[in-house]
């Protein structure tokens, strides 16, 4: 595997902000500001408005949702099965008596994503739902599929 060629460049700050990022920096462990800014970068490029709609992608759609509102558990499970080719994995936490977490593993075109969660997102009863990309695939388009052998 070859080695990523490192491009040099300068940024200019406010010095109250600068000193915010050193404290970052040091609490997250960085050992430089380079490794801070190259993690932050991947972070923004990885953010579901930033690609394209067509892009194959794995991440997370996590929701709160109230279960006692009335046929809302049982929406979101058809709903799910309704993009069961998308799904890879759910996980159910019970927060208290009314509240539920669930996490979504998925993978798919972010457009086809990104519908699944406004679908949850605007349901009554659900208090939250994000989607956020953890994985791009940088090989494919939506015509690629990857198989195991």
């Known amino acids: 595997m070859e080695?990523?060629?490192?491009?040099?460049?300068?940024?200019?700050?406010?010095?109250?902000?600068?000193?915010?990022?050193?404290?970052?920096?040091?609490?997250?462990?960085?050992?430089?500001?380079?490794?801070?800014?190259?993690?932050?970068?991947?972070?923004?490029?990885?953010?579901?408005?930033?690609?394209?709609?067509?892009?194959?992608v794995a991440g997370t759609i996590v929701m709160v949702y109230d279960h006692h509102v009335t046929d809302l558990p049982l929406y979101l499970m058809e709903l799910q099965h309704d993009y069961h080719h998308s799904i890879i994995s759910t996980m159910h936490v019970h927060l208290n008596h009314d509240q539920c977490l669930e996490i979504i593993a998925v993978r798919g075109n972010l457009s086809e994503l990104?519908?699944?969660?406004?679908k949850i997102q605007v349901q009554k009863g659900v208090l939250y739902a994000e989607l956020s990309v953890t994985y791009v695939d940088e090989h494919g388009s939506t015509g690629s599929k990857h198989q195991h052998t």
């Open 3 to 56: 080695k990523d060629v490192l491009t040099r460049f300068g940024v200019s700050m406010p010095e109250e902000l600068i000193k915010q990022f050193d404290q970052y920096i040091t609490d997250q462990g960085y050992t430089n500001r380079s490794e801070a800014i190259r993690d932050l970068v991947r972070r923004v490029l990885l953010e579901p408005g930033g690609l394209p709609g067509d892009q194959l």
């Open 114 to 118: 990104r519908e699944l969660k406004q």
